[in-house]
């Protein structure tokens, strides 16, 4: 009969356990939002205009998916509309609750 091999492990130094002291719970710091930067310059207006869509409708959806909607066919633009308003968002336009809808749905 074959004799299995036990491995030895190699000699390292004992590590002790950690300490068990009751300690309070640890504070969680509240969260602290990046700081803004200016958007770059030399860009046109167009380019912009998109990109304050996106941020816009980008806030909108992280509101409505807090708010329990994950899915399009909840989100009418009278919602989106609602929830903006309730953000402190002025009314978004009808290209940018699409932009929301396609946010949602596709989970981008």
């Known amino acids: 009969m074959a004799v299995a091999a036990i491995a030895k492990k190699p000699n390292t130094p004992h590590t002790p356990p950690p300490t068990t002291k009751h300690t309070t719970k640890p504070t969680i ?10 958007l770059p310059t030399g860009q046109p207006r167009e380019w912009y ?23 399009t066919e909840q989100a009418p633009n009278s919602t989106i509309r609602t929830t903006a308003a309730r953000i402190g968002i002025h009314p978004p336009s009808n290209t940018t ?4 809808r396609s946010l949602i749905r596709d989970g981008r």
């Open 29 to 38: 710091e509240p969260f602290e939002p990046l700081k803004k930067k200016p």
């Open 97 to 100: 609750c699409r932009l929301v």
């Open 49 to 71: 205009e998109s990109h304050n869509r996106k941020l816009k409708a980008m806030r909108l959806a992280i509101a409505l998916l807090d708010t329990g909607v994950y899915r």
